[in-house]
């Protein structure tokens, strides 16, 4: 069975700033990892995703996460964050070969001007 | 490519009716969706595999009566909340399965579900 960590429930930062997302994982097999955004009222939008080769994956809105298998870690960053970026993230994982996703608790990001 | 839609996006209903959301891959078929419920600031929680042609599996401490799951076709998968009750309101997400050599999820956008 896989778990997943999401230490921030909330992070507040300003505009422009830096952000982190922290997520962490436990799994006995080999993971998929997920970043997903849900912005108020909407479903899931998928932010980026490690399958395998590059640890470093980007998305198209200037963030990007980083597998690290050593510290079962996914965190999620951007080096600089917009007002729209407020939103809540979610960090998930499937095992290679299972159907069902494992999600974290979520991390609402607050962007203020 | 790969979208999901769910109908209504917001029903709100009196105690003891039931409501039906309905799910549909728009532009491929899903032979697994998923149904989860997401409770205000809260995660998504999985309710239910829905496999087309076949019942529904349901996670520990759903249950199967109250959340009804049909799968009839390669495109369509329906949960019916029956009696519904105001503890059954919630954001219901349903999501299908897209096998690309991995499983990979897409989402519909939600139905908030509200019951007075």
């Known amino acids: 069975a896989q778990s997943v960590t999401q230490l921030d429930s909330q992070v507040p930062v300003f505009e422009e700033a830096p952000v982190e997302l922290r997520c962490n994982y436990s799994?006995?097999?080999?993971?998929?990892l997920f970043w997903y955004v849900q912005y108020p009222n909407q479903g899931l939008q998928l932010l980026l995703k490690y399958l395998s080769g590059s640890t470093l994956v980007e998305s198209i809105n200037g963030f990007e996460a980083e597998f690290n298998k050593s510290q079962t870690s996914f965190h999620l960053r951007k080096p600089s964050v917009h007002i729209s970026d407020t939103a809540e993230y979610f960090c998930?994982?499937?095992?290679?070969?299972?159907?069902?996703?494992?999600f974290g608790p979520g991390t609402r990001l607050s962007v203020l001007p | 490519g790969a979208v999901v839609s769910q109908h209504p996006s917001r029903v709100i209903c009196k105690s003891g009716t039931s409501v039906k959301i309905e799910c549909r891959s728009l532009d491929f078929q899903a032979t697994t969706m998923f149904w989860y419920r997401q409770f205000p600031k809260q995660s998504l929680m999985l309710m239910a595999t829905?496999?087309?042609?076949?019942?529904?599996?349901?996670e520990q401490g759903v249950e199967k009566d109250k959340f009804l799951i049909n799968h009839a076709s390669l495109t369509l998968s329906t949960l019916t909340v029956t009696s519904a009750h105001p503890e059954d309101s919630s954001f219901y997400i349903c999501?299908?399965?897209?096998?690309?050599?991995?499983?990979?999820?897409?989402f519909g956008p939600g139905t908030r579900l509200t019951v007075l």
């Open positions: 829905s496999n087309e042609g076949s019942k529904a599996t349901y």
């Open positions: 998930a994982v499937t095992s290679l070969g299972g159907q069902n996703f494992v």
């Open positions: 799994s006995s097999v080999s993971v998929y």
């Open positions: 999501s299908a399965r897209v096998l690309r050599g991995y499983n990979e999820q897409f």
